[in-house]
Structure formats: structure tokens, C-alpha cells
């Protein structure tokens, strides 16, 4: 019998959004920030979980490439941590050159079948 762990792997990364606005329009852009948790098992990829919007305060200060501040928005990337330990998955530390970037692993969770995923959606035992 194979004893070896399969392990699923998830990296937190950065959405930047944008409204659009600028340029043309005369107005300021607003951005807002998401942590993610890109996830990545032997078959599939997906979001294993994320943080609320962040809003950036784009008064006055324009940046090309606007990124999070740590004093400021450590909190909701703490949120996430905590979400990702809840459904099983252990740090392995920050892997990044930005303060965000850690990574996550958990051994693989197996398969669920369509009527399993189904019962667990609508609480059914």
C-alpha cells in the first residue's frame, strides 16, 4: 500500500480591480485590493478562499502600480490565514518578495461525488 501524501498547494496573491475611470474622464481612479488563495491539487485549480475588497485611497496620490499597506490592511490578510487553518490547511511560511505572499498546503481532499457535494450544500447527513 502507498503510504506517500498527495498535497495540494495554494499561494496567496493580489487582485488589483479598477473602475475604470481616469484617463479621459478627468477623475481620479479608484482601485480596491482582494488576497487570494490560488490553490492547485493534482487536478484541478481554484480559489480556496479570499478576503473582503480593499479599498485604496486614490486622493491626491496616483500610482501606476498601487499596492496594499501592511500597517493597514494586515488584518484582513489575517482573516484569510485564519479561514484557509479552518478548513485544514498549514503555512509553509512567506515565499514571496512582497509582504502578502505566503504559501499554504493540505494533504489532497479526496473527491466528492455529485450527490455528496449536493447533501453537504443543502446540511444533509
Known amino acids: 500500500m502507498?503510504?506517500?501524501?498527495?498535497?495540494?498547494?495554494?499561494?496567496?496573491?493580489?487582485?488589483?480591480?479598477?473602475?475604470?475611470k481616469g484617463n479621459d474622464s478627468g477623475a481620479p481612479p479608484n482601485f480596491w485590493f482582494q488576497f487570494f488563495a490560488s490553490a492547485q491539487?493534482?487536478?484541478?485549480?481554484?480559489?480556496?478562499?479570499?478576503?473582503?475588497?480593499?479599498?485604496y485611497p486614490s486622493h491626491g496620490l496616483i500610482a501606476k502600480d498601487p499596492k496594499p499597506i501592511q500597517s493597514r490592511d494586515q488584518n484582513l490578510l489575517n482573516m484569510l490565514f485564519q479561514e484557509l487553518e479552518q478548513d485544514g490547511w498549514e503555512s509553509l511560511g512567506q515565499k514571496g518578495a512582497s509582504w502578502w505572499e505566503h504559501q499554504f498546503r493540505r494533504p489532497e481532499q479526496p473527491k466528492k461525488s455529485f450527490m455528496s457535494k449536493v447533501k453537504s450544500l443543502l446540511s444533509i447527513t
Not at 2 to 20: A, F, P, R, S, T
Not at 41 to 55: C, M
Open 41 to 55: 491539487s493534482a487536478n484541478k485549480s481554484y480559489v480556496a478562499g479570499r478576503s473582503e475588497k480593499i479599498p
Open 2 to 20: 502507498d503510504n506517500q501524501e498527495n498535497w495540494e498547494y495554494c499561494e496567496i496573491k493580489l487582485l488589483v480591480i479598477h473602475d475604470g
